[in-house]
T-cell receptor, first 113, second 112 residues
Framework: DAEITQSPRHKITETGRQVTLACHQT?????MFWYRQDLGHGLRLIHY???????NKGEVSDGYSVSRSNTEDLPLTLESAASSQTSVYFC????????????FGPGTRLTVL | KQEVTQIPAALSVPEGENLVLNCSFT??????LQWFRQDPGKGLTSLLL?????REQTSGRLNASLDKSSGRSTLYIAASQPGDSATYLC???????????FGAGTRLAVHP
């Protein structure tokens, strides 16, 4: 069955370190998204991609970057982790060619000390 | 700026009740609307996607309606079960192609 996987599921890091969160989908979807979920803010869009070599900034993109070198993967990099980036991160994907249902991964809980 | 509100924030009901979860949005110029379920510590599970041209969508015991002109959607759960206990999230596609704007969710507890 097609799925989205995220790794690691839990990570603890220190302020100032670079961190990369992995997202891999086997749906063969062109659209991929990264969200963060925080109490009091709900889910907010960080970055998104509509295909290979395409990346776009979302609502809360400062301090984050993504790259899309193939259809299956969209890694999220925190260039210099800050305590404000402690959150749960979700990756999602959807088909292209319209406004289509988004499917989410299990999430990564990141703690920045 | 699009804002999505879900009422109530929390709901506790006995098993077997029919219940309605509400979602409202400030800008009626949405594309589609998607309802999700989230279990504690887990990811989001898609329940229903309502196209902007549709007024409702059904899946099993779930029925979601959409009224774009009034900026509202409702999720109806028939004959609730303890396994329905979760947080239900409403999200609208707005402000850009395929961008989802989420509400804060309704936390549902169904007790035996």
């Amino acid at each position: 069955d097609a799925e989205i996987t995220q790794s690691p599921r839990h990570k603890i890091t220190e302020t100032g370190r670079q961190v990369t969160l992995a997202c891999h989908q086997t749906w063969n979807h062109n659209n991929m998204f990264w969200y963060r979920q925080d109490l009091g803010h709900g889910l907010r869009l960080i970055h998104y991609s509509y295909g290979v070599q395409d990346t776009n900034k979302g609502e809360v993109s400062d301090g984050y970057s993504v790259s899309r070198s193939n259809t299956e993967d969209l890694p999220l990099t925190l260039e210099s982790a800050a305590s404000s980036q402690t959150s749960v991160y979700f990756c999602a994907s959807s088909e292209s060619g319209g406004i289509n249902e988004q499917f989410f991964g299990p999430g990564t809980r990141l703690t920045v000390l | 700026k699009q804002e999505v509100t879900q009422i109530p924030a929390a709901l506790s009901v006995p098993e077997g009740e029919n219940l309605v979860l509400n979602c409202s949005f400030t800008d009626s110029a949405i594309y589609n609307l998607q309802w999700f379920r989230q279990d504690p510590g887990k990811g989001l599970t898609s329940l229903l996607l309502i196209q902007s041209s549709q007024r409702e969508q059904t899946s099993g015991r779930l029925n979601a309606s959409l009224d774009k002109s009034s900026g509202r959607s409702t999720l109806y759960i028939a004959a609730s079960q303890p396994g329905d206990s979760a947080t239900y999230l409403c999200a609208v596609f707005s402000g850009g192609y395929n961008k989802l704007i989420f509400g804060a969710g309704t936390r549902l507890a169904v007790h035996p």
